[in-house]
């Protein structure tokens, strides 16, 4: 029995120190890196899923432009004006947030996601420019 009244087991894994962590073999290999492996698979997930979201932003923003722009002509009587008004709103909405999102993605802008520091610079940095 160890100190704590409880019975200790002598069986241990092979390999695995006392502490719990896992040994490095001959080879160097961690079991810890398997984080470092699968981050590259999860940007590129990441990545898919901004950009298949972005194929179907345009088309839903334009079609709730045309149902709110045909509900208010009929609740007003004015025949194509709201129509009009709500496709075009809707087009402008949805390319810029497919542009965010793509610029997010790294398909467009260069972009990674951060936003980039004014020409001037920031109160951070004393208003240099950058």
Known sequence: MGPSGRRRSRARAVGVPRNGREATGAGGFSGGDRGA???????????WGLISTAGLVLPIT????????????RRFGTDPVFLLVGVLVG??????????????????????????????????????ET
């Open 62 to 73: 334009i079609v709730l432009g045309y149902l709110g722009g045909s509900y208010l002509d």
């Open 37 to 47: 492996r699968e981050r590259p698979l999860l940007d590129q997930a990441r990545r």
């Open 91 to 128: 087009a402008v909405g949805g390319f810029l947030e497919m542009f965010n999102l793509l610029r997010r993605a790294g398909v467009v802008g260069g972009g990674d996601g951060r936003r980039r520091s004014s020409r001037h610079g920031s109160a951070a940095d004393g208003g240099r």
